[in-house]
């Protein structure tokens, strides 16, 4: 079987589906990938038929740091999927038209290119690497980072939430994104939560306990971990030799204005019998280095992890379900998006703390970080879900059985139906 992997502009969503890529490969599918074209001769040195996506794609970059509240970074942040999105209808018909997949892996924010795999007749799935805002009876509204609800007033509080903030999310995806659907052909979306239940599978990359329990997940998610992965390289050969424990200190692989956490971490912590290892691949570090840190722009963290008694975070899911997978506690520092989200998940997990950035200074960043180093037992527990989902295989596991009951022969915009190879 072909199978033709669609990502979206951003490694955080390519990195995790590399390792069910090669679990597919292995059992003798054979793989394309339109993925982001700095990383297309890392995927094709693992074997796959790479290309990348179109640049007018890449062009469109992220700019929600740049607004000031919660629902304008939302609104910022979903204006630019819904700029990428025709550009996506017609470079993933394209790649279809070149690759003649038998089935399709579509990353889940790219709005056109779900369109487009709907349309298309043939077997496909999106994959999700952060928490999905899908509404439930068992949790609270997605968002803000509320707690979950305990007894009469907290339910009361999520029914008098949940339409304020579910509308705010319609009202900043829906105009472009249900423009594109019915530009593609498909049907609009009446609910947001169409948004994650289209796709007749969806690998969910996370797990209970870090994910809240619900009773009332649709047939089509499948919970698979984070499957952690990063592009294969030697350890620095100063790791070994640092004497103290270590905490890692991560920031955003797209420019988030987040080089602040960086900066309050080192002076927190200058004064502490702690080495400390920060990655700042977007961004600039100003002021110095105290003597028991470093700075790098970047690290793999998986041979951090293995020294590590604590990661701070700005929240991303990356990084932070990274940490938990290697059973090291997180302190988090969400500054916007779906951080808020994860912050408190960690948090609810007992896997570590959360401090909001507005309360960020080194002091509080401090204790949270002291705090969160006694969370190791949480940390494993939520590994230990991760494991238990079967990873990579049982995703393939899932694609293929979606694959193999998929009785429909797949045709092209064009008509002419597609030949399988």
């Not at 952060?130 to 305990?150: E, I, N, Q, Y």
């Not at 008098?160 to 609009?188: D, I, M, S, W």
């Not at 905490?247 to 080495?275: K, N, P």
């Not at 600039?284 to 992890?305: K, M, Q, S, Y």
Request: with cysteine; net charge neutral; aromatic share 6%.
């Amino acid at each position: 079987m072909k199978i033709l992997a669609y990502t979206s502009p951003a490694r955080g969503h390519l990195y995790p589906l590399v390792p069910i890529l090669d679990e597919l490969a292995d059992r003798g599918h054979r793989i394309a990938v339109r993925t982001l074209a700095s990383e297309v001769q890392l995927m094709s040195d693992r074997g796959f038929d790479a290309a990348p996506i179109a640049p007018a794609i890449e062009a469109i970059e992220h700019d929600d740091y740049l607004a000031g509240t919660p629902p304008a970074k939302l609104k910022r942040g979903m204006a630019t999927f819904g700029k990428r999105s025709p550009h996506e209808v017609a470079d993933l018909r394209a790649a279809i038209d070149t690759e003649q997949p038998d089935a399709i892996l579509v990353d889940c924010m790219t709005w056109g290119a779900t369109a487009v795999a709907e349309s298309w007749g043939g077997p496909w799935a999106q994959w999700f690497p952060f928490p999905l805002a899908m509404t439930s009876r068992d949790v609270p509204p997605f968002g803000p980072g509320l707690k979950p609800a305990a007894g009469t007033p907290g339910r009361a509080r999520d029914r008098l939430l949940c339409p304020v903030l579910v509308g705010t999310l319609k009202r900043a995806c829906f105009p472009a994104l249900n423009a594109t659907r019915e530009a593609v052909g498909v049907r609009p979306f009446a609910t947001t939560d169409e948004m994650f239940s289209v796709a007749p599978l969806l690998l969910y990359m996370t797990a209970e306990p870090f994910e809240y329990p619900r009773s009332d997940w649709p047939p089509s998610v499948r919970m698979v971990g984070p499957c952690c992965w990063e592009p294969p390289t030697d350890p620095p050969a100063w790791l070994n030799e640092l004497a103290r424990p270590l905490v890692l200190v991560t920031t955003s692989s797209e420019f988030q204005d987040d080089g602040r956490l960086v900066r309050t971490a080192l002076d927190a912590l200058a004064h502490e019998d702690l080495e400390v290892v920060a990655t700042m691949p977007a961004t600039e570090l100003t002021g110095d280095v105290p003597a028991n840190a470093r700075v790098e722009r970047f690290i793999p963290h998986a041979p951090l992890l293995s020294h590590a008694v604590c990661a701070v975070t700005r929240g991303g899911a990356g990084a932070t379900q990274k940490a938990l997978a290697s059973g090291v506690p997180v302190c988090v520092v969400p500054f916007g998006r779906d951080q808020l989200e994860v912050a408190r998940r960690v948090e609810i997990a007992d896997a570590g703390t959360r401090l909001p950035a507005q309360k960020l200074n080194p002091e509080r960043l401090r204790k949270q970080i002291r705090i969160a180093m006694t969370k190791q037992d949480g940390a494993r527990r939520v590994a230990a879900g991760y494991t238990a989902t079967g990873g990579a295989p049982a995703a393939t596991d899932a694609f293929e059985a979606l694959s193999s009951r998929s009785n429909v022969s797949p045709v092209l915009e064009s008509g002419s139906p597609n030949l399988r190879s």
